[in-house]
Structures are given as structure tokens and as C-alpha cells.
């Protein structure tokens, strides 16, 4: 046959790249667009930059000769992976394409994902996966276990490393959905992502349970319920956007800074509503966002788990141009106090800010831990020293402004001096106290009040002399627990300061090799 023409080995590698965009076919391309999904590359173009997108190992194909397989090898084996950029900044990406094999994750296409994996640590950039897959490719079975669990390791290796998001866009079934789970974050599209470990069909038959699969592990389950999702978004552009917008206020790595984005709004600026939004009286609740919102850039404040143990809030936004991580109270939902999915939620929290070298600014606002036999027997203990350790363990830069209530051992988890937040402002209404005047007056003057003609008048009498006496700032402040107490509508500027002069702070940890978190 003799050597062959570059015009003839070009066509051939035209033909090959024209079969590796086909997917699994035009009907399996059909019947995913009928589902309103986009196909994996498709979804790769609107999740960076345009034009950005370089792909590897498209002709990748699995070696399976199980159950027929070996008669169907599709080019690249079910996954695009490469690498693109978001708002011009270097990304690893992978992208389940459900046409072939449903996605499924067998021996090459794991070989796929960890290669990308692999890239991305060692040149210090985040990777995104977009997982739409039936998990486990059951005709290569162990070999996809094992592929399942090299990128486990791998996700486990690169957690707080370099940022790792994963938006699901269909179905994740079985081991497919652990990748996401060990990763930062996860994004889910209402109606069309699925998570759960065993399906309908398995629950029905062992427990007889009759379920649904978005009730039992779509975007509103897991984003509300579970506290498994971060972030809700209602199709696929939104999930995508989102993870564009999370992605700005991160470094690349943990050895980068996150990107300075200085504004037209200035760090003085003092907003007067600060002073009303925030009742005096400490029964009264209100929306801590509103609080957020006023002292951020531009009011810009990016929610993580917004539907989920709603009596905490975290996420991002920027003051003076720097990201920081925010841990907020909020008084609207159980009164602000700390149960095990709050500590759970904000515990995880502080650790990713500390991974990637975010300050943390916390809001305080907490009447205590809930009470109840339930939180008890499910373990508020070990949960809520999760927030202890957290904090006790952050070694970047924390503001604290306790901004009204901040009682007994909640006040201590909320970012308190001794566990090492750097600069703690507080409001002129705080309450730093060992608990709120009213519990306090019952306990300390149990005598004096059993014993009053009146206990009624003498409790609010005893109310009030406590409540003068220590629901204030100003003991915490004469012990150096609180560095400085501010007008409300100082507290931008405040937090700026404190910001800009610890940026270069230092702490070393004693060395260990991990400590023991509980759980
Ligand atoms: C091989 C699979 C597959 C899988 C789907 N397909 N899942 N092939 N291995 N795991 C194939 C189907 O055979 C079908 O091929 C095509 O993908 C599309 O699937 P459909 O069922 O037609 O799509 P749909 O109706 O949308 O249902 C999607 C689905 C369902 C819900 C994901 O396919 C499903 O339940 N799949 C199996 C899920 C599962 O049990 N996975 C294994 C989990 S065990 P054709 O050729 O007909 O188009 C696991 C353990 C790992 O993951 C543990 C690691 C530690």
C-alpha cells in the first residue's frame, strides 16, 4: 500500500475528530436535547471563556471486552476533559457526556478525569467537572471501581489545595456521586440534577418507602434538606454563571492570592441604616442579608447554602476590593442560634476561607445552642465543636463585630477573641454575656425572687440590674475580649482597617500530621 499522503493522514484525522464530536450518535444526542440538557461540549463552551476550550485525549477509548462492549468503542469514552479559562483565568474542566453509555464511568474514562486532576495540581488550578453519568460502568465492573477510587484519592489530595466545583447536570447515581461530595462545592440545576446513593427502586423494594427521584435527591432536597448541594440554580446557564461568579472571589491555589478587585465604592463609606436594622431589644428579629448588604462592596454578598440551616449564613464579598469569607448569625430563623446543621455548615465553611487564604469577617448575633432532646441524641456535641476546631484552627486573618447577642459557649464558637479572631468590633446594643439578662436574673436571684413578696416585679427588677450590669459591651470590652466598640454605621471602614492591618498576619501551627476533627 506504500506511505500514505499528509493530504490522506490529514483526512484521517479529520474523520476520527468529526466521530469524537458525534457522542454516542445523533438519536442519543436527540433524546438528551429533548430533555432540555445540553451536550458535554456544548455545556464546556457556555461554562468559560469563549473559545477558550482545549481538549485532550478525544480518542481515548475503553478496553473492555465484557457483555458486547468491545463492539461499541466511542472516541474519547464518555467524557470531554481539558482545560479553558473563566474571566481569563487557567481551568481544568471535565464533562460527562450522558450520550455514551450514559455517561458511565469505566477504567479509561476515570483515566480521563484523573489526568486533568493530575494537571491541575500540579500547575495550581481549579478544577470544575460537570457530572451527568449512570455511575459505574456495569459491564467493566471493578475497573470502574477502581477508577472511582483514584479520583476519590485524587479529590481528597487536591481538597484545600486548588478550588474544586462540581455542577450536576443529571443524573449521579451510586459512586458517581462521591467525587462531588468530596469536592468544594456543588451546583444543581432544579429538575434535571439527581444525587443519591440508592435509588427509588432500591428503597421501595428494601423498605417499602414510596418516593420520587426529585423528592428524594433532586436540587431541592439536597440544597434544603440534606445540606449536600451549595448552590441551587434553576437551568444550566444559571449553575454555570454561578460557578463563574463564586469562582472570582477565589485564588487559583493555596499558594495565590484571590483577585483584588478594587471598586468606585469607598471603604468610609458609612451607611446610617446599620443603626435601625438591628432592633435594641433582643427579642426582635430581622434579616441579617440586609446587614450584609450595607457594609459589602457595592452591596454585593454571594450565598453559599442559602436554603439550608437558614439561622447561619456564609458566603462571599468584598470589602475595599478584597474577598472575604463572611459567617453571619441570622436572627430571622431560630433566633440566630447555632444547631448542628448551622455548626455543620459554617464549620466547613471557615475551613475552605482558611484553605484558600480568604479573611473571615464574622456577624454575631446568637442567642445560644438550640435546645432539645433531638439535637442532644444527634450529637450537638461533637457537631458544634466542629465550629470550635474550625476557628481555633484558622490561621488567616478574622474580624469579628458582634452586632447584638452573643451569649455563653456560642459566643466563644462564633469567631471570639480566644479562639482568634484578630480584631472583635462590637455595636453599642451587644449583649457579650454568659447568658441573656432574663436567664441569668432567674438563676443568680432564684432566693431573692422566691422570697419577694411580688416575685413578678422583683424578677424584672433583677432582670433589669443584670441586664445593666453585664448585657453590654463594655465588660468584654475593659477585659481587651473586644478591641474597640463602634457606631453601626462605622463598622465598613472598621472592618477595612482591621483587614488591611492584618493582611500580612503570620501564625505558625505546631507540627502534626493532621489533627482529629470531630464529626
Ligand atoms: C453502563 C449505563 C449505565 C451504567 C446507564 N447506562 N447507566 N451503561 N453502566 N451504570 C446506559 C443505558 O444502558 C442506556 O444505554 C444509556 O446509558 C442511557 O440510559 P437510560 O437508562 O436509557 O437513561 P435514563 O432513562 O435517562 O436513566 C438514567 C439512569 C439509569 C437513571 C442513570 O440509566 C440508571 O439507573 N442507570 C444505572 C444506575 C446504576 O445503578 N449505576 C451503577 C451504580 S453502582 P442504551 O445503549 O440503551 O442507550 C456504583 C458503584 C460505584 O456506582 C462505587 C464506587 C465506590
Not at 457556555?46 to 458486547?68: A, K, M, W, Y
Not at 458511565?104 to 467537572?129: F, N, R, W, Y
Not at 442559602?306 to 447561619?312: E, P, R, S, T, V
Request: charged share 25%.
Amino acid at each position: 500500500m506504500g506511505l500514505r499522503t499528509i493530504e490522506e493522514l490529514c483526512a484521517e484525522l479529520e474523520a476520527k475528530r468529526k466521530s469524537a464530536l458525534e457522542g454516542g450518535g445523533k438519536e442519543a444526542v436527540d433524546k438528551q436535547k429533548a430533555k432540555g440538557k445540553g451536550t458535554a461540549r456544548e455545556r464546556l463552551a457556555q461554562l468559560l471563556d469563549p473559545g477558550s476550550f482545549v481538549e485532550i485525549d478525544e480518542f481515548v477509548t475503553h478496553r473492555c471486552h465484557n457483555f458486547g462492549l468491545e463492539e461499541k468503542k466511542p472516541l474519547g469514552d464518555g467524557v470531554v476533559t481539558g482545560w479553558g479559562a473563566i474571566d481569563g483565568r487557567k481551568v481544568f474542566v471535565y464533562s460527562q457526556d450522558f450520550t455514551v453509555f450514559g455517561g458511565s464511568l469505566g477504567e479509561k474514562h476515570a483515566d480521563k478525569i484523573c489526568k486533568v486532576m493530575d494537571m491541575a495540581m500540579q500547575t495550581g488550578c481549579p478544577v470544575i467537572g460537570l457530572n451527568d453519568s449512570g455511575g459505574a460502568r456495569i459491564q467493566e465492573a471493578l475497573d470502574a471501581m477502581n477508577g472511582y477510587g483514584k479520583i476519590f484519592k485524587r479529590n481528597t489530595m487536591a481538597s484545600g489545595v486548588i478550588p474544586q466545583f462540581s455542577v450536576i447536570l443529571g443524573p449521579t447515581a451510586g459512586g458517581a456521586v462521591y467525587s462531588p461530595a468530596l469536592t468544594d462545592y456543588i451546583f444543581m440545576v432544579d429538575g434535571e440534577s439527581v444525587m443519591h446513593i440508592t435509588g427509588p427502586e432500591v428503597i421501595k423494594a428494601v423498605t417499602g418507602e414510596a418516593i420520587t427521584s426529585e423528592e428524594l435527591g433532586g436540587a431541592k432536597a439536597h440544597n434544603t434538606m440534606s445540606g449536600v448541594a451549595h448552590f441551587e440554580a434553576k437551568d444550566e446557564a444559571e449553575a454555570f454563571a454561578q460557578v463563574r461568579k463564586v469562582l472570582s472571589y477565589l485564588p487559583l491555589n493555596n499558594l495565590d492570592d484571590a483577585p483584588f478587585k478594587p471598586g468606585n465604592d469607598s471603604p468610609d463609606r458609612a451607611d446610617p441604616a446599620l443603626r435601625t436594622i438591628v432592633p435594641v431589644n433582643p427579642n426582635k428579629g430581622y434579616d441579617v442579608h440586609e446587614v450584609l448588604t450595607k457594609i459589602l462592596d457595592d452591596g454585593e454578598f454571594t450565598e453559599v447554602q442559602a436554603g439550608w440551616a437558614k439561622n447561619i449564613v456564609i458566603g462571599y464579598g468584598r470589602i475595599g476590593g478584597r474577598s472575604v469569607g463572611i459567617v453571619a448569625n441570622n436572627a430571622d430563623v431560630l433566633a440566630g442560634c447555632l444547631d448542628i446543621d448551622a455548626s455543620d455548615k459554617a464549620s466547613r465553611f471557615v475551613r475552605h476561607c482558611d484553605a484558600f487564604n480568604l479573611p473571615i469577617v464574622t456577624f454575631v448575633d446568637v442567642p445560644g445552642y438550640l435546645p432539645g432532646a433531638d439535637q442532644e441524641h444527634n450529637g450537638i456535641i461533637r457537631q458544634g465543636a466542629k465550629l470550635l476546631y474550625a476557628y481555633s484552627e484558622a490561621s488567616v486573618p478574622m474580624v469579628t463585630v458582634v452586632m447584638r447577642k452573643a451569649y455563653g459557649g456560642a459566643y466563644i464558637a462564633m469567631g471570639s477573641k480566644s479562639l482568634g479572631a484578630d480584631v472583635v468590633l462590637a455595636w453599642p446594643q451587644a449583649e457579650i454575656a454568659v447568658l441573656g439578662a432574663e436567664g441569668a436574673a432567674r438563676i443568680v436571684f432564684k432566693k431573692e425572687i422566691d422570697g419577694a413578696t411580688d416575685p413578678g416585679t422583683k424578677m424584672n427588677e433583677k432582670i433589669d440590674e443584670y441586664r445593666e450590669a453585664f448585657a453590654n459591651p463594655y465588660r468584654a470590652a475593659e477585659r481587651g475580649y473586644v478591641d474597640e466598640v463602634i457606631m453601626p454605621e462605622e463598622t465598613r471602614k472598621a472592618v477595612y482597617i482591621a483587614l488591611e492591618v492584618t493582611e500580612s498576619k503570620r501564625e505558625t501551627r505546631p507540627a502534626k500530621k493532621h489533627g482529629v476533627i470531630p464529626h
